[in-house]
């Protein structure tokens, strides 16, 4: 599976960014793709999930009523649309995806995860 990560950029405080994940050489129709950020200094960490199968959704506290996931499957593209943005939310974002093909909260983490982008830097300024 390969997946290309795309939308970042500057944006001041309270604005909106949507990033995408276009991904090829899918095998299956049951898997889930997340979203993480790394911000300098700070681990990994996933924001947000969604699944193929039924669209289930996972959102981290720090981005919940801010951030949304969604999926195109037409051509196998999720999206994070991210509003209200903070400089806290500075970091590069990279997309990935799991044959376990579920958003439960315990299992957004990175050794799940099997396949990844090559990420996009967010940068939350004024």
């Known amino acids: 599976v390969q997946l290309q990560a795309s939308g970042g950029g500057l944006v001041q405080p309270g604005g909106s960014l949507r990033l995408s994940c276009v991904a090829s050489?899918?095998?299956?129709?049951?898997?889930?793709t997340a979203w993480f950020r790394q911000a300098p200094g700070k681990e990994r960490e996933g924001i947000s999930c969604?699944?193929?199968?039924?669209?289930?959704?996972y959102y981290a506290d720090s981005v919940k009523g801010r951030f949304t996931v969604s999926r195109h499957t037409h051509n196998n593209t999720v999206y994070l649309q991210m509003n209200n943005l903070k400089p806290e939310d500075t970091a590069v974002y990279y997309c990935?995806?799991?044959?376990?093909?579920?958003?439960?909260?315990?299992?957004?983490?990175?050794?799940?995860?099997?396949?990844w982008g090559q990420g996009t830097l967010v940068t939350v300024s004024s």
């Open positions: 969604i699944t193929s199968h039924n669209l289930d959704t």
């Open positions: 050489g899918l095998t299956s129709d049951y898997y889930a």
């Open positions: 990935a995806t799991t044959n376990l093909g579920s958003c439960y909260k315990d299992y957004v983490i990175e050794r799940v995860y099997d396949d």
